[in-house]
């Protein structure tokens, strides 16, 4: 159950929901608001994870409570399968009224969505809680995958990739690649990824990548004809690694969440996650023992942000970006934040709130288990968008039955 702390500190910042920056137009967001009121907003979201559900579902209330806009979580496996139901309208001439209003996407669907015109007109930096993003700490709040946002989605969450072990079964885990086939080969099947095109398995190969290629900076870049040349390292890694893999390599578990499974009931010793808090969540939830901790790999992880966007077709555009302000609240960042409810860290500038919102912050429970920022490191940048469709298939080509 969340803390008085933080109930009382999502009253106080309810008043900061509609704060509007210096300079702007407070009429124009109050029309936004008018026009939302009574619409349904179908906001397509990974549904692999109860405890994000159940998030949603909360925000869901609120937004119903405060603004009168019924919100709809369609549970989605693949983002992917979202873009390409857009696309598959835009083809049809379905140029309003489309089925999704709001979308939870980063990387190549959202570059996907871009090349393809599926957006909106730009919005993100119209929400009134815009104004509180750290877009100078976190620039990646601008950039996804390398390619500007451009307004085009809003800001939701930072992400980090970060290793999970069991302190009572390992006490020191393998800090780079090089010491996880060492400890692989002293102690085989007791890792596994999961199955590209799952985003955390294909989050793995381009973790492994940017660790073996001769020159990272190549891959802040499109992918090309030197594709197989700059790879290379990557299929020759994995080659070594797969027999050493859970089962032989043979199969893979099929999702972030079975990884932890699988670490929980012992049959590896190291999982992973993009979200540094997520272990502790997991420890609180009793997904996990308390003695599971994190850590990264030394020269670094990926990050990112995540974040939502509105399709070109939707039929309730106003409503979609009163829930995208929303998200961007302290309130909701605050609850987000919170181990004990999903520990997605904030996309929020501490020094841009109120006092009141800083003080909440500053007091909600990390965990036992998350890494404090100065531990996280500088995050490693995510490789362009364009390389993570062309792993994908050259996985498949190679280790896919």
Known sequence: MISRVCMAAAALATAALVAVPAGAAEEDWQQVLDRARGQTVYFNAWGGSQQINDYIAWVADRVERLYGVELRHTKVSDTADVVSRILAEKT?????????????????NFAAMRRNALLGAPFAEDLPNFAFVDTAGKPTTLVDFTVPTSGLESPWGMAQLVFIHD??????????LAALLD??????????????????????????LVGLVAEPDRLQHPSDEDFAEVTAPLWAYLDRLHPLLWRGGEAFAPSGASLIQLLDDGEVDIAFTFNPGA?????????????????????????????????????????????????????????????RIWGDPTVLAMDRLPADDRIAFAALP??????????????????HASWTDALEAEWQRRYGR
């Open 92 to 108: 049809a001439g379905r140029a309003q009224g489309g089925s999704v209003d709001l979308v939870w996407i980063n990387g190549e």
């Open 167 to 176: 302190t009572a079964r390992l006490a020191k885990p393998p800090r780079d």
């Open 183 to 208: 400890h692989l080969a002293a102690n085989p099947g007791r890792f596994t990824y999961p199955l590209p095109p799952d985003f955390l398995g294909t989050t793995f190969l381009k973790q492994a």
């Open 279 to 339: 272990a502790s969540a997991a420890i609180e939830n009793g997904e996990l023992p308390d003695t599971a901790r994190t850590f990264v790999l030394k020269g670094g992880t990926l990050g990112n942000t995540h974040f939502v966007a509105i399709p070109f077709n939707s039929g309730a555009r106003d409503a979609a970006m009163v829930v995208a302000n929303f998200l961007l609240s302290p309130e909701a960042q605050l609850r987000k934040e919170d181990p």
């Open 366 to 383: 990390r965990g036992i288990a998350t890494l404090p920022p100065e531990a996280l490191g500088t995050p490693i940048l995510e490789p």
